[in-house]
T-cell receptor, first 114, second 113 residues
Framework: AQSVAQPEDQVNVAEGNPLTVKCTYS??????LFWYVQYPNRGLQFLLK??????LVKGSYGFEAEFNKSQTSFHLKKPSALVSDSALYFC????????????FGPGTRLSVLP | EAGVAQSPRYKIIEKRQSVAFWCNPI?????LYWYQQILGQGPKLLIQ????????DSQLPKDRFSAERLKGVDSTLKIQPAKLEDSAVYLC???????????FGPGTRLTVT
């Protein structure tokens, strides 16, 4: 069965500092990996995905994520955090095989302090 | 490009009543998803459609939940009868195909009293 863990409920970072939001996963086959962001009273927005290819994936709003197969991780990163990045971040995974469903992590709340 | 539309945005019902949610996906998106997001948790997939066929409904409580996607476009999700534990945000999402990024609607917040 597929599963996703986001070990930190909350991440606090000062504006201008680099940020990392952690994600680890478990799938039987090869993974499709995604990051989504949720702002208050709004639906989830897609940030980036890893399907295959380069392990470093670049996405929206200056975010990037690194796929590490040996550590089964897909951590979200940004070199310089903005106060507007404060939101709830979800990691999601699905097995590449057809018919496998998406599994979302529990979410990590990011607070960027001015 | 218009996004995923959902209605209503909020709904309050008493337990044992029925409720229905509507979703209109992005035009041309073949895959449609319904998720349940309980406060403090990540979204949980309830059902996935590919055009008007069901790909996965393994986590749908079929004794009380039903969903349909007639004509492969918009979709409805129904709960009958509702229970207190059904209080959650119901999210609809669509994607061009399976395995691709999903585009989410604003959700319907259901409160069962």
């Amino acid at each position: 069965a597929q599963s996703v863990a986001q070990p930190e409920d909350q991440v606090n970072v000062a504006e201008g500092n680099p940020l990392t939001v952690k994600c680890t996963y478990s799938v039987s086959g090869n993974p499709y990996l995604f990051w989504y962001v949720q702002y208050p009273n709004r639906g989830l927005q897609f940030l980036l995905k890893y399907i295959t290819g380069d392990n470093l994936v670049k996405g929206s709003y200056g975010f990037e994520a690194e796929f590490n197969k040996s550590q089964t991780s897909f951590h979200l990163k940004k070199p310089s955090a903005l106060v507007s990045d404060s939101a709830l971040y979800f990691c999601a995974v699905r097995d590449y095989r057809y018919g496998q469903n998406f599994v979302f992590g529990p979410g990590t709340r990011l607070s960027v302090l001015p | 490009e218009a996004g995923v539309a959902q209605s209503p945005r909020y709904k309050i019902i008493e337990k044992r009543q029925s409720v229905a949610f509507w979703c209109n996906p992005i035009s041309g998106h073949a895959t449609l998803y319904w998720y349940q997001q309980i406060l403090g948790q990540g979204p949980k997939l309830l059902i996935q459609f590919q055009n008007n066929g069901v790909v996965d409904d393994s986590q749908l409580p079929k004794d009380r939940f039903s969903a349909e996607r007639l004509k492969g476009v918009d979709s409805t999700l129904k709960i009958q009868p509702a229970k207190l534990e059904d209080s959650a945000v119901y999210l609809c999402a669509s994607s061009p195909g399976t395995g691709e990024e999903q585009y989410f609607g604003p959700g319907t917040r259901l409160t069962v009293t």
